[in-house]
């Protein structure tokens, strides 16, 4: 259903360092620009890579600890990590790659780190799909608009709709994960931020299409108990 081609394989993910077509699968859809490999300044140092790697992989065995469901569950959904550097950034996904994580992980990033951004990014990627299948946002435009605008519980300033609406949902999934390790204070890390992104999208449902508001719903009762393990059931489904 899109145009670029992710390599994939069967129960792996591939990890690259240097790859043409994934950096300009990245400029073409304005995640990375020219101006970001010039001179190949966005490549990773050689001497760099296999401690990138090892973290990665290590990142994803702690997931597989914590739920090995929820390991099945990314390792199926992205096909690839393109690794690459871009100041000020330390990576992303876009709902036009599906499939593709791009990584520039900080040299001080933990195993830990590295896990929670590839839980972080899993949110961001299934969104995407479920927008795209089910209409979250039946009128992507909209979210934009003025009376649309959202205080994102991360960032803790307004952006348009899906981007708040996006950022609450990861929020929830770094708290889980955080409750899983037994982190008791990073559980409850964004609990005040994300409550009042979630009253913002209550005042905000008109803008939702069937399957947003069925989401915002699970949300709404999660603020009231943050019930973890029912999240972590969920994902066993």
């Given amino acids: ?24 699968h990245l400029i073409e859809h304005q995640v990375l620009f020219k101006e970001d490999i010039i001179d190949n300044k966005h490549i990773f140092p050689h001497e760099e890579r296999a401690a990138i790697t090892y973290k990665i992989e290590k990142g994803l065995e702690l997931i597989k600890l914590l ?12 096909g690839t990590i393109y690794l690459a550097k871009r100041t000020g950034y330390g990576g992303g996904t876009v709902s036009s790659l599906l499939g593709l994580l791009w990584l520039n992980p900080p ?18 990627n299934t969104l995407f799909l479920d927008d795209m299948v089910n209409g979250i946002f039946p009128n992507p435009d909209d979210c934009y608009i003025e009376e649309a ?27 889980h994960m955080y409750y899983m390790l037994g982190d008791n204070k990073k559980s409850k890390m964004y609990n ?11 005042e905000r449902s008109r803008f939702f299409g069937e399957r947003g508001i069925e989401i915002l719903q699970e949300m709404n009762k999660f603020v009231t108990l943050y019930d973890f393990e029912n999240i972590t059931l969920t994902l066993n489904s």
């Fill in 192 to 202: 005040e931020d994300l409550k009042r992104t979630i009253d913002e999208l209550n």
């Fill in 1 to 24: 259903m899109q145009s670029s081609q992710i390599p994939h394989e069967p129960n792996k993910i591939k990890i690259y360092f240097e790859n043409d077509l994934m950096c300009e």
């Fill in 67 to 78: 739920h090995p469901n929820l390991h099945s569950l990314i390792i199926r959904h992205f």
């Fill in 107 to 124: 040299k001080k990033w933990t195993v830990v780190d590295y896990a929670e951004a590839l839980y972080h990014e899993f949110i961001h």
């Fill in 149 to 175: 605008l959202t205080t994102s519980t991360i960032l803790k300033k307004k952006r348009s709709m899906d981007r708040a609406f996006h950022a609450a949902n990861v929020s929830i999934g770094i708290m």
